[in-house]
């Protein structure tokens, strides 16, 4: 069993910055497609970015491009989420979430707890 445990939430205004971090307990964290997922009030949850487990593959969704980057030190078993350039749309609670997959997976086993991100206008 995989526990996932999401950190560095928090306020911030428009413009601003935030990294989440998300930590791993278990084994072969290198074998786990990671990624980050957020869901605002009344909305579904989307994906905002993948990690392959070496780190060498990284996907994003068009909404966050150039704004936020996903990174992973697996020698921590840390996934980790810089947002830059926050807007109040990026409001939501945020999920990491992991699989073991070598290709992007269709579905993920472990999930977070979440961590609220507000950024106010």
């Known amino acids: 069993q995989v526990q996932l445990v999401e950190s560095g939430g928090g306020v911030v205004q428009a413009g601003g910055s935030l990294r989440l971090s998300c930590a791993a307990s278990g084994r072969s964290f290198n074998a786990y497609y990671m990624g980050w997922f957020r869901q605002a009030p009344g909305k579904e949850r989307v994906s905002v970015a993948l990690?392959?487990?070496?780190?060498?593959?990284?996907q994003y969704a068009a909404f966050v491009k150039g704004r936020f980057t996903i990174s992973r030190d697996n020698a921590k078993n840390t996934v980790y989420l810089q947002m830059n350039s926050l807007k109040p749309e990026d409001t939501a609670v945020y999920y990491c979430?992991?699989?073991?997959?070598?290709?992007?997976?269709?579905?993920?086993?472990?999930w977070g707890q979440g961590t609220q991100v507000t950024v106010s206008s």
């Open positions: 979430a992991g699989t073991p997959s070598y290709g992007v997976p269709d579905r993920y086993d472990f």
């Open positions: 990690i392959s487990g070496s780190g060498s593959t990284k």
